[in-house]
Every structure is written in C-alpha cells, then in structure tokens.
C-alpha cells in the first residue's frame, strides 16, 4: 500500500493562483492518454526560487515536467507560466521564457558541442537566422560557466553521458529563460560536476531566475532548494522548507527504506539548507 507521511499535505482547490508566480500547478492531474499518473497536484514557484522534487522511480516527476511544459496534455486542472495557461503559448514565446533540460541522452546527428549550445539561442535569433558574434559569445560564456568551454569543437554523439548532460545545461541557459526545468540534472555527473551544476543553479536563483528541478539525492537537495515537494504514488504529498520536509522518516516512507538507513545518509549534511539561507 501507499506510504503514511506525517506532514502537511495539500488539500484540493487550497491553492490559489498569483501573479506573483512564474509557474503554477492547480488540481492538476497527469497521465499518458487515459492512463492517469498524478493527481490532484497543486504547487506554485515564484521568480528567485529554487523547488526540488523528490520521489521514487515511476511515481510520474518526469510526466509531471513534460505537462508542466505543455509536452503533454492535462488530464484535469491547470497548468500557468507567468500567469497565462500553458496552452496559451505559443513554442517560439515559450522558448523565450522557459528552458528544459530533460535526462541526457545520445543524440543522433553529429554537431558539435556550440552547435548544440547555439540551438538554444535559436528562441532569440529565429528558427532560420544564422547566429550573430553575440549569440556565439553568449554560447561560449554558458560553455565557461559549466566548464565545459575546452568541449567547444568536440561532436555532441561523441563525448561521454556527463559531458553531454552538461552541454544541455548550457544550451537551455543560452536560452535567457526566467524559468529553468531540470530532470535529474546531477544523474550521470561525477562527483566534480555534480558540485559545479549546483553552484550554477545557486547563483542562477541569486540572479532571479525560477528553478524547478527533480533528483535522486536528498543532499543536493538540502543544500540548494528554497522549498522540497515529495511526490508518491502520483500525489503531491508535501511541500515546505527543506529541513521540515526532508526528514529521515519522511525519506523512508517515501522510499520504503528504513529510517535509520536515511538519517545515516544525511548525517553528513545536517546543516546543507543553511546555503539556502544566506
């Protein structure tokens, strides 16, 4: 059966929609046709906020991303960015606004690492445009600030899974968007990368922009996230402050591990929410 967490919980329709808001999810219900995966989800995410979404393999984050983004259909309820519906927008518009970057995959087409990155420039410059001297130098600056600037030349198909989660990092960033959607965006980094992708997404929050994204690792989330929301079998079951959320015995009931287990995984970070802070 489900698991029973002890913590604030969202009831239907207590949501209330703000113009404040960059992203809003009201009574939202997600799914693939007529398959639903969640249900009832309500959450909001304000510009200079970092939301980090927790939960365990096939409780529906990466389809709740794609019908945030208008991939996908709602089933039920609303989905706002910048306070008009999702389906409101057109792509181009969208594409100036909001940036995706989904699990990294292999590709297909040999380009090459800025050609990738320049494709996210392509919202600004139009579909058909060729690339002016400062769309490349805003390439090359997202290239630097991820580390990966040396990669330039290098074939996208070519490099290994970490560098090509990197290079999608920086492509949606050469985007200029004020709201950034990560899946996993730590998944398949090393230990050095991993740092440097969160550093990235602190000082991106710092300059105002609105970061919802999804992990494995309850640390990183601690360390970086404004708020955390736990999602379990396709509900929403709790969003707050990371140290009220991200208990040890609301990890294990989420996870199905036991209590101890977590709390000797996050000993080594009982004070990472303090970044969030200061």
């Given amino acids: 059966g489900s698991a029973v967490l002890f913590f604030f919980t ?3 329709g207590a949501w209330r929609m703000s113009a404040e808001l960059v992203l809003e999810a009201c009574a939202l219900d997600t799914g693939h046709g007529k398959r639903c995966v969640g249900r009832d989800i309500c959450f909001g995410l304000a510009l200079g906020e970092v939301l980090c979404l927790l939960g365990p393999n096939g409780s529906g984050k990466t389809t709740l991303f794609r019908t945030l983004l208008g991939l996908l259909p ?3 309820g609303e989905v706002r960015v910048l306070g008009e519906p999702v389906t409101a927008w057109s792509r181009s ?3 100036r606004h909001v940036g995706y970057v989904p699990q990294a995959h292999a590709g297909i087409f040999p380009y090459t690492v800025e050609d990738v990155v320049l494709m996210g420039r392509t919202a600004r410059i139009g579909r058909f445009a060729a690339p002016a001297q400062h769309d490349r130098e805003s390439a090359q600056h997202c290239l630097q600030t991820l580390g990966i600037a040396h990669l330039r030349e290098r074939i996208y198909t070519a490099i290994s899974g970490g560098e090509r989660q990197l290079v999608l990092i920086a492509r949606a960033l050469a985007q200029e968007p004020v709201l950034l959607v990560m899946d996993e965006p730590t998944a398949s980094l090393d230990f050095g990368n991993q740092i440097r992708v969160l550093e990235t997404i602190s000082q991106l929050r710092r300059q105002g922009m609105a970061v919802l994204l999804s992990t494995h690792q309850p640390e990183h989330a601690l360390r970086i996230a404004d708020r955390i929301a736990l999602l379990g079998d396709g509900r929403l079951l709790g969003v707050g402050a990371p140290t009220q959320i991200a208990t040890p015995a609301n ?5 199905g591990v036991k209590e101890s287990a977590v709390a000797a995984c996050l000993r080594s970070t009982p004070l990472a929410s303090q970044e969030t802070t200061a």
């Fill in 251 to 255: 990890l294990a009931a989420l996870y």
């Fill in 10 to 12: 969202l009831a239907a």
């Fill in 93 to 95: 518009a969208f594409a």
């Fill in 74 to 76: 709602a089933l039920a």
